[in-house]
């Protein structure tokens, strides 16, 4: 096991380069199952779900090999394996492998979901748009089941905005005899992404990035060749990071659209940012001002990115305060950045942070992906060394971070636990 060390106080300068979408890619490689041949998707990030999801696609018979940030998927000899747990447990977005193996195989055998916990993240959206189409779902013993003689396009209707259930949902579909509707789905860049793999795969989908997407059914989907999207959360986690600390800070493979809440709140405090092609230039401007933000589904501010931006609004002057309206567990960094000397209390669904303080550096544990990532923010700006635990969390979805930050002029490294620390660490 490792650590990761933070000192404190350097600037940060240069050009840092953003990888492929985390939360398309869990989604992409899954989708993958439905075609007849070779799926090849390039500009893959390098983190552990994506391995972790090669893995699991090669356990039921795919054929997978990784050149570079590039994939090729052979789907072709593939079969109804049941997945019960394993690597399943590893991450949330296993649960896409429902949608794509009840699509291709009408049957599927997952077991319940693992990855960061963020509070009840239920799937009963998803399962309710499977029986919609026609397929029987039970849950037995910790795994879920699902069968279906015969698909059939429906209009569902989403109680909750839910982005995994609109995707699992179109995974079902694309191979459903007929047209489903799904109405109250979900908008982000990552579903327009999916039902680009899909469309280039022969599926006919309308409407993916509104709330109502239309999908008629085709009898066979080929392989294709797909680029991933830019990730927009760890292209916004680099944009806090030299907002936080920065000089002038270039960010490259970003598209601007989809940081818009972000950029507009970081604007508020006072960042200099201008907007190119694909690129973001982040200057250091005066002293930043406190702003509210209420996290909400897309278009508006991503729940992912309340953390970290939760650990910048400590170098704010005045009180701001910090609304998630999607996952309620999502405060648990606040003890943590506490312990770094932020002020911030937690008052119902909501954090008030004020400041400016002078944090310093204490050890910390990552409890999640983005409270690593809020974690490293307070690190770069504190007084000392940051020691941040909990590292399996910040790797699951920020691709070689202490490089990319290296390079930028942080002085960030890992270190190996010593047997004691990873004692005392399991008895926490």
């Known amino acids: 096991m490792q650590k990761l060390l933070v000192e404190g106080g350097h600037l940060l300068n240069g050009k840092v380069r953003i990888s492929g979408a985390k939360n398309s890619a869990v989604a992409l490689l899954p989708a993958s199952i439905l075609a007849d041949s070779k799926v090849i998707i390039e ?4 983190i552990s779900d994506v391995d972790t999801l090669g893995h699991l696609l090669e356990e039921i018979g795919g054929t997978v090999e990784k050149r570079g940030q590039t994939l090729h998927i052979d789907p072709s000899q593939m079969t109804a394996m049941p997945l019960p747990n394993g690597r399943v447990k590893k991450l949330r977005a296993s ?23 963020l509070g009840p993240r239920p799937i009963d959206q998803h399962i309710k748009g499977f029986e919609a189409l026609g397929a029987k779902v039970t849950n037995e013993q910790g795994a879920i089941y699902l069968r ?35 109405e109250n789905a979900a908008r982000e860049p990552e579903i327009i992404d999916v039902a680009t793999l899909l469309t280039s795969m022969g599926a006919k989908i309308k409407g993916a990035g509104t709330d109502v997407i239309r999908i008629e059914g085709v009898q066979e989907l080929t392989g294709c060749m797909h680029t991933i999207i830019p990730d927009r959360i760890e292209a916004g986690t680099y944009t806090i990071m030299a907002a936080a600390q920065g000089e002038k800070v270039l960010i490259d493979n970003v598209i601007p659209q989809h940081l818009e809440p972000l950029l507009a709140k970081l604007r508020e405090m006072g960042v200099q940012i201008e907007e190119g092609e694909e690129q973001l230039l982040v200057h250091r401007g005066g002293p930043l001002k406190s702003v509210d933000i209420k996290t909400l589904v897309h278009p508006g501010f991503p729940t992912d990115l309340q953390q970290p931006f939760t650990a ?25 950045l506490r312990r770094m000397n932020a002020q911030i209390k937690v008052e119902g669904g909501s954090a008030i942070v004020t400041g400016p303080v002078p944090l310093e550096g204490a050890k ?4 999640d992906l983005r409270a690593g990532a809020s974690l490293i923010v307070a ?22 971070i202490a490089e990319k930050l290296s390079n930028l002029g942080a002085h960030i490294w890992r270190e190996d636990m010593t047997e004691k620390e990873i004692t005392q660490l399991q008895n926490l």
């Not at 995974?171 to 509707?181: C, N, Y």
């Not at 910390?364 to 409890?367: E, G, I, M, N, R």
């Open 95 to 117: 649960y896409y492998f429902m949608g794509a193996m009840l699509g291709r195989f009408k049957e599927a055998v997952i077991g319940l979901p693992g990855g960061c916990y």
């Open 43 to 46: 500009g893959l990030p390098d």
């Open 312 to 336: 910048l609004l400590t170098k704010a002057t005045g009180t701001s305060v910090v609304t998630d309206t999607i996952y309620q567990a999502r405060f648990k960094h606040i003890d943590e």
């Open 148 to 182: 279906a003689d015969e698909l059939t396009g429906a209009r569902i209707y989403l109680d909750v905005v839910s982005v995994g259930a609109t995707i699992n949902i179109m995974l079902a579909a694309v191979k459903a005899k007929g047209k489903t509707i799904i």
């Open 379 to 400: 690190g770069l700006m504190a007084k000392g060394i940051t020691e941040i635990t909990g590292l399996e969390h910040i790797d699951r979805g920020y691709s070689q």
């Open 364 to 367: 910390v544990k990552a409890s």
